[in-house]
């Protein structure tokens, strides 16, 4: 992305990826979300940007776009999260389960209630998913109502390791749009 000339920051939230919090440490979904509500509130007002949100964080762009719509062009929910019903993550990876598993922390689990209450959301974007459940595909795209919804195939849960060529151009023609 940086070589097609785009300003790319990767945010991890927190108790998530390289971020030194501990899942105790993060009692509520905004403490979950702050990393990047914190970079959301620091962009100059004339900035947008275009979020990608991947697996749970699906439920952090949710909550930007609702905190931030005037610095958001285009929110991109890649097999990710929209709020609502929740997943088994033992069906997500196909490609390389052995190095998920190195990589994935346990979650705080927030109830349905914490939820709806962090967020109501009135609008999405792009939604690109293959790897949920059909009916639970469906149920997310009628309740959330996407403008678009992107399909490709041959990927798994971390679309950006198994397809990273294909989510590249995908990536590339959004943000053009």
Known sequence: MRSSGHNVT????????????????IPSLSDYFSPLT???????AHEKVVLVGHSFGGFAISKAMES???????????????????????????QDLALATTLVR????????????EMVLSRQN????????????Q?????????EVEEFSGYDHM??????????TLLLAIAKK
């Open 126 to 137: 792009v939604w690109i998913n293959k790897i949920l459940p059909k009916e639970l595909k």
């Open 10 to 25: 990767a945010i991890d939230l927190g108790a998530s990826g390289i971020n030194p919090k501990q899942v105790l440490e």
């Open 38 to 44: 914190e970079f959301m509130a620091s962009l100059p």
């Open 159 to 168: 679309v950006m390791m198994s397809k990273p060529q294909q989510f590249f």
């Open 68 to 94: 931030f719509p005037e610095k958001i062009s285009a929110a991109i929910f890649l097999a990710a999260l929209m709020p609502g019903p929740t997943l088994n993550a033992t069906t997500l990876y196909t």
């Open 139 to 147: 149920y997310m795209i009628e309740k959330n109502q996407p403008d």
């Open 106 to 117: 346990p979650i705080y689990l927030h109830s349905t209630e914490d939820i709806s209450k």
